[in-house]
């Protein structure tokens, strides 16, 4: 049971290349989600899943893309990256039990766009 | 914009001192979390709150959630070096749907031996 993995560890870009950010989770969960970690600025939801097929933007989604096609898998694409961009990027899968929302994250993704 | 208020943002102590940190909101909350998260690392749950008033230990970290259900404290006693961290706390605002959680910024604990 590896819980919620993410691919690539650490990744630089140049301004202008895109790339898709891998995340995948084995507990089943409906609901995933994306976020940005920034200095000072806590985590910003980027963009959401509820099920396969469904999405939807968080807080801070311009700039990326998302899609849902099975349970276990929620790619985030850059489409065409900026140095606002650089960040780390946490996938989390989602478990509501009793009104309660808890997280469980991946390890992150480091991102620099140069 | 729902906003999420931690204190201190920094905290530097002694192994063996006692700390309490701060998570305040204007608004009421329907459950709070607290995530404590390491370098390299993405958080990690703590502990979930949904009663007012409520108060839950896990080991030396005792966690209460305010009467009115606007504000939380982690309170570690005797501190070691492996409590060292960001500690964040998260919340779904009344009101908001299940899934929306908002983040605080943290609060950045590091223990000396």
């Given at each position: 049971?590896?819980?919620?993995?993410?691919?690539?560890?650490?990744?630089?870009?140049?301004?202008?290349?895109s790339m898709t950010l891998q995340c995948a989770q084995d507990m089943n969960h409906e609901y995933m989600s994306w976020y940005r970690q920034d200095p000072g600025?806590?985590?910003?939801?980027?963009?959401?899943?509820?099920?396969?097929?469904?999405?939807?933007?968080?807080?801070?989604?311009?700039?990326?893309?998302?899609?849902?096609?099975?349970t276990e898998d929620f790619p985030l694409r850059l489409l065409s990256a900026a140095p606002s961009q650089t960040s780390v990027y946490f996938c989390a899968s989602v478990t509501l039990v009793a009104g309660r929302n808890?997280?469980?994250?991946?390890?992150g993704t480091r991102l620099t766009v140069l | 914009t729902q906003l999420l208020e931690q204190s201190p943002q920094f905290l530097s102590i002694q192994e063996g001192e006692n700390l309490t940190v701060y998570c305040n909101s204007s608004s009421v909350f329907s459950s709070l979390q607290w995530y404590r998260q390491e370098p390299g690392e993405g958080p990690v749950l703590l502990v979930t709150v949904v009663t007012g008033g409520e108060v839950k230990k896990l080991k030396r970290l005792?966690?209460?959630?305010?009467?009115?259900?606007?504000?939380?404290?982690?309170?570690?006693?005797?501190?070691?070096?492996?409590?060292?961290?960001?500690?964040?706390?998260?919340?779904?605002?009344?009101?908001?749907g299940s899934y929306?959680?908002?983040?605080?910024k943290g609060t950045k604990l590091s223990v000396i031996p």
């Open positions: 049971n590896a819980g919620v993995t993410q691919t690539p560890k650490f990744q630089v870009l140049k301004t202008g290349q600025m806590g985590l910003r939801l980027i963009h959401y899943s509820v099920g396969a097929g469904i999405t939807d933007q968080g807080e801070v989604p311009n700039g990326y893309n998302v899609s849902r096609s099975t808890e997280q469980f994250f991946g390890p | 005792t966690f209460q959630f305010g009467d009115a259900r606007k504000d939380s404290s982690l309170h570690i006693t005797a501190a070691q070096p492996g409590d060292t961290g960001l500690y964040l706390c998260a919340g779904t605002y009344s009101g908001a929306q959680l908002t983040f605080g």
